[in-house]
DNA sequence: CGTTTGCTTGACAGCATTCAACGTTGGTGG
DNA sequence: CCACCAACGTTGAATGCTGTCAAGCAAACG
């Protein structure tokens, strides 16, 4: 039913334990029902936010998949992070008003909208909530240095493996198979974030699969050797 | 005298135009002045905060200069940062109560000490002060963000580059000049910042001589064509 | 004044990119 | 139902940027 479909509530919502709520208390969690607005579906390839957007609200991603991506004057572009059910998106959007990346759907995706004045606002009655908004920011600035520790320091297939373990083990977390998986993106998007070229990550795929670690048919994933994955993210310098 | 240096008040802080203060009212600035702690001097090298450290407090450079670095299992290790005065140190460490990175100090440096707990409390009653903090994190978000998307497409020339603007911006904005700099790191903590190694970063300063972008004596720098080095950053891909 | 640490420069090697061709998949319309 | 097309993916060969290794120099420090 349409009607029920959009009705939100994070008290009965099965991601409350993934989601912003983690950790609040019965009470609390039913005093911040209020705090999502609307729900909103996209079709794939939509966009939910665009840098420049005057910035309103955070986004739950409820069902689906997103990519983040930053863009330089000269149209260069690079994939910031790619977010699953549970993880919030516009964070960048708090510091000038203004978005400062675009969030586009990689699938059909629904999201919770959390208009940003009434989180503020809730933050004050709730000290919990405050709290995990806090640690939901930081845990943000942590996955953004490992992230520019990949992009730093590591070789491109090891930067793949990291890509991959990190992917398996967020599915994992959300009741999925830890070794297989299917992809979302495209070889260039995964090669953006990773900064690499989609032609090296494409060989990397077929290199993993030559070596016994991965079966790879086209994005359809599964992992045969997780240990070895590993193994590859403490190789030698880049 | 020493009981004056130890004294600590942000309302008369000559950096609360640039740290979490900012923007707050006259009355709200009185009300954190008991929110930051003791003050703290560190030598150069010696370290704030290691990875793995409970966190308890965030600190904001007063005086001096900081790197903060993240490391991989085997040793790897790379900069995430470079603070000065007027920013904030140790965001990383509210997701999981304990620091995931360490920070040095670069140069002798002061620090104000804010106990986390008690800044939270105060967020409650002042609620600028609230606003301000989930600015300055969203800014760490931003900034993150664009040091991915130089790792992750730009040349070796246009990190340098964009790294000297970004340093030359920062320092004017405190007043210093906005043409010459004295750095306080090393080639390879440059390089490690940039993903490069220290001869490439070396070799970009000694090309960036040549070309007359700048003049460079060992970490004595002057800009001579800041629009020649803006020009790099939107030069061809990686 | 000697030692250590940091910086520069050259020669060479290696990994990722570039360019190009071909294969595969999925959607659309005849 | 099939043909066609566009988007995506794979693979090969060659180029080039950055890393590696090595030597020498400069500056800082005790």
Redesign the pocket.
């Given at each position: 039913m349409k009607f029920e479909a959009m009705k939100v509530a994070c008290s009965n919502c099965n991601l409350r334990e993934l989601c912003l709520p983690v950790g609040l208390s019965e009470g609390d969690m039913q005093r911040i029902d209020q705090l999502v607005g609307t729900r909103r579906a996209l079709k794939r390839a939509e966009v939910l936010f665009r840098a420049g957007d005057r910035f309103e609200a955070l986004f739950a991603v409820r069902t689906g998949f997103f990519k983040t991506r930053v863009s330089a004057e000269d149209g260069r572009d690079q994939v910031t992070g790619f977010q699953m059910a549970g993880e919030l998106l516009g964070l960048d959007g708090i510091s000038t008003d203004r978005h400062s990346c675009d969030a586009v759907a990689l699938e059909d995706s629904q999201v919770c909208q959390i208009p940003y004045a009434r989180l503020e606002d809730f933050s004050h009655q709730v000290p919990e909530l405050q709290r995990q908004f806090h640690k939901v920011m930081s845990r943000e600035i942590v996955r953004d240095h490992g992230v520019m520790l990949l992009l730093g320091s590591?070789?491109?297939?090891?930067?793949l493996a990291a890509f991959l373990l990190n992917l398996t083990q967020r599915l994992q977390a959300r009741g999925f198979s830890g070794t297989s998986l299917v992809?979302r993106?495209?070889?260039?998007?995964?090669?953006s974030y990773l900064?690499?070229?989609?032609?090296?990550?494409?060989?990397?795929?077929?290199?993993f699969?030559d070596d016994g670690l991965l079966e790879?048919?086209?994005?359809d994933i599964r992992v045969l050797d997780e240990g070895g994955l590993r193994s590859l993210l403490n190789e030698?310098?880049?």
């Open positions: 590591m070789r491109a297939e090891a930067r992809l993106m495209t070889r260039e998007e995964i090669g900064g690499l070229k989609l032609e090296t990550v494409s060989r990397a795929f077929s290199r699969q790879v048919k086209q994005r030698a310098p880049c």
